[in-house]
């Protein structure tokens, strides 16, 4: 599949889960930041599996954020540049070292990546990036893929 259809399905299942979440449990909020940090999130997530291919979107998206970052970091903030770095690493190893749909499309793989965002935000919006990134597996039809 490629970027426009893993797009939709990741955004339908996203917004669902969103919706559905938020009349069920309450957990996430009706405010301007919530709504944009999740729209954030589901198109990040729903395209992070093909980070192994080395000319799919989200690695040349990955490619510019890295280079502003290190830009950006050097003149004004150095751990900004650290992590722009390790991104930029961690997206030359993975388009050039590692086969396409391998570990990266993984159920592991997605648990890994929402982790993240547990840290950084809360089990919500991790819950939604797991949620949107394995969308991108049930898509591709590696829906019961662990490693």
């Known amino acids: ?12 299942v996203g917004i669902i889960f969103f919706i559905v979440m ?7 909020g ?18 992070l599996p093909d980070v192994d ?8 998206i990955f490619v510019g954020v890295s280079v502003v970052g290190l830009i950006y970091g050097f003149l004004f ?13 961690f997206t030359f190893f993975c388009a050039q070292f590692l086969s396409h749909r391998g570990i990266i499309h993984s159920i592991l793989f997605c648990v890994l990546a929402s982790l993240p965002l547990f840290f950084i935000f ?8 797991l949620v ?16």
């Not at 291919?53 to 040349?60: A, D, E, G, K, Y």
């Not at 903030?77 to 690493?89: K, N």
């Open 77 to 89: 903030d150095i751990v900004i540049a650290y992590y722009a770095f390790g991104l930029l690493c």
């Open 122 to 129: 809360n089990i919500q919006v991790a819950a939604l990036g």
């Open 132 to 147: 949107s990134s394995y969308s991108h597996l049930v898509a591709d039809g590696e829906w019961f893929k662990f490693i």
């Open 22 to 28: 938020n009349l069920w449990l309450g957990w996430f």
């Open 30 to 47: 009706k405010d301007i930041f919530t709504i944009l940090l999740s729209l954030f999130v589901i198109g990040l997530y729903c395209l």
């Open 53 to 60: 291919h080395p000319i799919s979107t989200i690695t040349w």
């Open 1 to 12: 599949m490629n970027r426009g259809g893993h797009l939709l399905v990741g955004y339908s």
